[in-house]
């Protein structure tokens, strides 16, 4: 499973961007997608997350209401639309993807086997 992440960039605080992550490899599309973020000295934390058929997604109390998780028809591809960014969102975010035979979000980074590489979030003031 590969999984290519895209659409980081710089934006002002207050501003949008949106992440997508394109998955490959897999024969079947029942994996839990995630993303998760790393800031520069602090360990990778959860940010959201969807189940695989896309029926429930999960969110970190610090984007809840301002980030949202989505899957796209094929179940292959998850996006990342994030508003209202604050400079604490500045970290390098990564997607992630874990086997999953039940229909539900997984929250914990161990769960995840399949990492993308990263893409930088930038929030300035």
């Not at 960039?9 to 897999?26: F, K």
Request: aromatic share 12%; proline share 1%.
């Amino acid at each position: 499973v590969q999984l290519q992440a895209s659409g980081g960039g710089l934006v002002q605080a207050g501003g949008s961007l949106r992440l997508s992550c394109a998955a490959s490899g897999w024969t079947s599309s029942r994996y839990v997608m995630g993303w998760f973020r790393q800031a520069p000295g602090k360990e990778r934390e959860f940010v959201a997350a969807i189940s695989w058929s896309g029926s429930s997604t999960g969110y970190a109390d610090s984007v809840k209401g301002r980030f949202t998780i989505s899957r796209g028809n094929a179940k292959k591809t998850v996006y990342l639309q994030m508003n209202s960014l604050k400079r604490e969102d500045t970290a390098e975010y990564y997607c992630a993807a874990g086997r999953s035979y039940s229909d539900i979000v997984r929250t914990k980074i161990g769960y995840y086997h399949y990492w993308g590489q990263g893409t930088q979030v930038t929030v300035s003031s």
